[in-house]
């Protein structure tokens, strides 16, 4: 990151550039469990009134894969084990680490497409992501 640690945009290519080389600078195959999944963010009532869209995909506890976008873009096409929705307020939350995931999920606050018995299982392994996310400077 710059010297000042300028704020990145949140949900913009630039912020999910420095997403990526955080995680792969923080996260082990091993503090992922080794998971292979993906899963496909679908961010509601934005304030730019588009929807948004983030990927991840890991294989064997790796990001291989991490888009973002809105409808225009390729992120929309990708299939995904996971398909979470909800508002961007609740999104960010998540990904500032103030919420977790699956305290998120059983309030209803976001809605899963997907197995819900895997998802509550890797939920400690998201929510370990999302503290990653958390350290990226953001303009939400």
Known sequence: MSEKQKKLSYLSQEWLDEVIVQIKANLSAEDMKNVSSSMKNVYKNCPDKK????????????????????????????????????????FALISQAKLGARSALMR?????????????????????????????????
């Open 51 to 90: 929807i948004h869209y983030l990927y991840f995909k890991f294989e064997k506890g790796l990001l291989t894969e991490a888009l973002v976008g809105t409808d225009k873009d390729e992120v929309v096409s990708r299939s995904s084990e996971f398909q979470i929705h909800g508002d961007y307020e609740t």
């Open 108 to 140: 209803n606050q976001i809605k899963l497409k997907g197995n819900m018995v895997k998802a509550l299982r890797l939920a400690s392994v998201v929510d370990r992501l999302n503290k990653i996310i958390a350290t990226v400077p953001t303009e939400f």
